[in-house]
């Protein structure tokens, strides 16, 4: 009852490009999605606000991996990325968009976007890139902070921008009802996935990877290295753009403190620790680097409940102990296991796959 | 055609200037130093001079004033910048956990004073060498598995990423324990107990062997200023003197240009990168110690910081030491412009902006060498 390869032998072209060639990989995707909807039958309203922000951070996470893991181009502004498309959508909103088209307008806005801070890398490469990056990150941050939108006021007070009470499906606003939410953004993130998986099976996918490997070979072989890494940032900020979108219509204002450089880090950190250049170790990244808070506080909870900790002290010191395990939770990856959860997943799967009678 | 020949011409001209000044920089090192300072201050004279005149001229606000400040903000973006420099020279990595180290450094002498009593002039020599440690610290655990496997420089930099964060969020939940607060100030009645630290110094006239130069000014000047100034021109030239002269600066220079024909040559390479790290984090941590007296500390005082200083060695160029100084200059003086001209909430976005047309438009930086690292 294999669900990985071996022993299957290909006769047709067609069954040779199959995504999932073995019956027991489709009965697998059939389970994910049972799984997908009976999830938030089952659990209460706390869980699926989770999970919708797990949902949100892997869109967004998938967007960055197409960029980083895959291209091989380092960006540290994931957070103005982000921060264009939500407030892209929220000012398109206001003028009387649906909440619908307002994130499309706004995924297209963050792609241009993304073209225009792209350029540096047609001269920078490595750490002088990261630091363009840091640079543009550091520059939307701090417009969004100091410029007001909707009266055009900049006099450097902090700023947020109200979302318009349009965001609604069938009666159910977004930002209230989280099971409305959930739908919405479980079929974008369905959406990403497939574009995404079928996108490294493309021409231009295989430039992406090509330019990754050895941006030279790639330019002798006929890669035009400037063209494909411009339309990887486009694709990139796009779906990023989109998540930007979704943390708007899923919120009742934002502002900047959503947008900043830790962000950008936090997602850096669900690529690496889900796997760099696997469009399914940025789902399993996001949802570990979402969790990672909730477990921490359980833990704490239970401590706390046998005496070995102060309530109230626990609860002040709660971010920064969580902080702190994401800072380790960085290093350890990339210490032990650089490939990150895909690459144990596999080694699990792998071990199990002649089990009991390995040799 | 004849301008093509001329443009060629011109290069090589300037290339022969370029090449006869390095090999002049590298044999009087001090002497150049002292003359890239005394050259950006007195460009960075002007700069906020201009600014300050036409708009406001108050007491707080005027060229002389603005002057001090800059000089102040430059030896502290320097005396921090210059560790940044020294790790990316050496190893060739951006170690982004230097902000913490630097607020590490300031933490260790606020404990020293604080805590267990000491006098103040425990707290520098305490800061730099916690800084110093705290960097080893943070080469053995985020920089040295990574080396051994020969990783990439950028899964490096996120590594140094997660030390920062790791580093900033325990010492939060430290000071939580240790002082009630998470942002304290060293005792008051201790640093004004020696002489440097007194006050403000109103300076109404500059005198040289009884000659008076400038008479009737009217600006004030926190000692702690000048401290960290001077305290950041003896660190430069003490670095630049190490490099240039000392047995262990030759070593850091040969690992700096290939580590295995160093480790070939017998020279004990992590030594020499543990060296790095402590030099490195001691000038942080003294920076810390300085700017904490200054103002406050607390477990963020380093993000700030640490941006900017990235933003100097950028500007400067990553790998020239002198180019740190030279970077702090233009960094200072574009924000005490700003600030003189009235615009004080443009202040950040200045220097990032600075940051992204450097790397756009010479991304080797004034003082730096053509990049390998290009795409």
Redesign the interface.
């Known amino acids: 009852m294999t669900v990985s390869q071996n022993g299957v032998f290909h006769q047709t072209y067609s069954s040779d490009q199959q995504l999932r060639p073995t019956s027991w990989q489709r009965y697998r995707i059939v389970l994910v999605f049972i799984l997908i909807i009976v999830f938030p039958l089952l659990v209460g309203n706390r869980e699926l606000r989770i999970a919708n922000t797990v949902i949100i951070a892997a869109i967004g996470a998938i967007g960055l991996n197409i960029l980083v893991g895959y291209t091989g181009q ?1 960006s540290l502004g994931q957070g103005a990325f982000l921060a264009v498309g939500a407030y892209s959508t929220g000012l398109l909103m206001h003028q009387g968009l649906p909440w619908w088209l307002a994130i499309l307008v706004a995924a297209v806005i963050t792609a241009l976007f993304g073209i225009v801070f792209g ?14 990056t ?3 990150q ?2 939307v941050g ?2 969004v902070r ?1 410029w007001d939108p909707i009266d055009g006021k900049t ?2 007070l902090a700023r947020e921008l109200a979302i318009p009470n349009t965001n609604v499906v069938l009666g159910n606003r977004l930002n209230t009802s989280e099971i409305t939410f959930y739908v919405v953004a479980m079929i974008v993130l369905i959406v990403v996935t497939m574009l995404a998986t079928n996108l490294f099976r493309t021409h231009i996918g295989r430039a992406f990877i090509a330019i990754r490997d050895q ?1 030279i070979a790639a330019e002798v072989m006929g890669v035009d ?1 400037f063209r494909f ?1 411009l339309l990887s940032f486009a694709t990139s900020s796009f779906i990023v753009g989109l998540a930007g979108g979704l943390i708007a219509v899923h919120s009742t204002i934002i502002s900047f403190e959503r947008f900043t450089i830790e962000v950008s ?1 936090e997602y ?2 669900m690529i ?1 620790i889900g796997g760099l250049g696997s469009v399914a170790g940025s789902i399993y990244g996001a949802a570990f680097i979402k969790i990672l808070p909730e477990i921490l506080r359980e833990i704490g909870t239970i401590m706390t409940e046998q005496g070995w900790l102060d309530a109230a ?1 626990f609860d ?2 709660l971010p ?2 969580r ?2 395990a ?6 350890l990856t ?2 032990i296991e ?1 490939e990150g959860i895909v690459k144990v997943w596999r080694d699990v799967k792998s071990y199990f796959r002649l089990w009991p009678f390995s040799y | 055609m004849a301008t093509h020949q001329n443009s060629l011409e011109w290069r090589a001209s300037v290339r022969e200037i370029r090449n006869r000044l390095k090999v002049l920089t590298e044999r009087y090192p001090i002497i150049a130093n002292v003359l890239i300072i005394v050259l950006s201050a007195l460009l960075g004279y002007f700069i906020p001079y201009l600014a300050a005149e036409p708009i406001f001229r108050t007491e707080f606000n005027n060229p002389e004033q603005n002057f001090i400040l800059m000089l102040a903000r430059a030896g502290w973006y320097s005396m921090f910048a210059l560790g940044y420099a020294l790790v990316f020279s050496i190893l060739g990595l951006l170690n982004l956990a230097h902000g913490a180290v630097y607020m590490a450094g300031a933490f260790a002498g606020l404990w020293i004073t604080a805590n267990q009593d000491l006098p103040i002039e425990y707290a520098l020599p305490a800061g730099m060498l916690a800084g110093g440690l705290i960097g080893i610290l943070v080469d053995w655990v985020a920089f040295l598995p990574l080396r051994a496997r020969n990783a990439p420089r950028t899964s490096q930099l996120i590594s140094s990423i997660g030390a920062s964060i790791f580093l900033v969020n325990l010492a939060f939940i430290l000071f939580i324990d240790q002082f009630n607060a998470p942002v304290n100030r060293f005792p008051a009645e201790k640093v004004n107990s020696i002489r440097a630290f007194q006050g403000t110094v109103p300076i109404e006239r500059i005198e040289v062997f009884g000659l008076t130069l400038i008479d009737q000014l009217d600006y004030t000047v926190f000692p702690m200023q000048v401290t960290m100034f001077v305290v950041a021109i003896v660190m430069l030239i003490f670095l630049q003197f190490v490099i240039a002269h000392s047995k262990i600066g030759k070593a850091m220079r040969v690992v700096a240009y290939n580590p295995k024909v160093a480790q070939l040559l017998g020279i004990n390479v992590s030594l020499i990168f543990a060296v790095t790290f402590f030099l490195s984090g001691a000038f942080a941590g003294a920076a810390g110690v300085l700017q904490g007296m200054f103002r406050v500390v607390g477990p963020f005082m380093g993000s700030e910081v640490g941006l900017i200083g990235l933003t100097v060695i950028v500007l400067g160029g990553m790998r020239s030491i002198p180019g740190a100084v030279v970077g702090s200059f233009i960094i200072a003086n574009l924000q005490i412009a700003t600030i003189a001209m009235g615009y004080s909430w443009l202040e950040e976005a200045v220097v990032f902006l600075a940051l992204f047309l450097m790397l756009l438009i010479r991304p080797q930086g004034i003082l730096g060498e053509p990049l390998q690292d290009r795409a």
Do not use: M, T
């Not at chain 1, 994401?326 to 290093?331: K, S």
């Open positions: 380092i350029i540096p890398s047609l001269r920078l490469k490595g750490l002088y890139l990261a630091v363009a840091l640079a543009a550091q520059i701090w417009i100091a006099d450097g941006d290295v890494k880090i850096l950190a690496i002290e002040l010191i920064y102990i902080e702190a994401f800072g380790l939770a960085i290093i990339l210490i650089p």
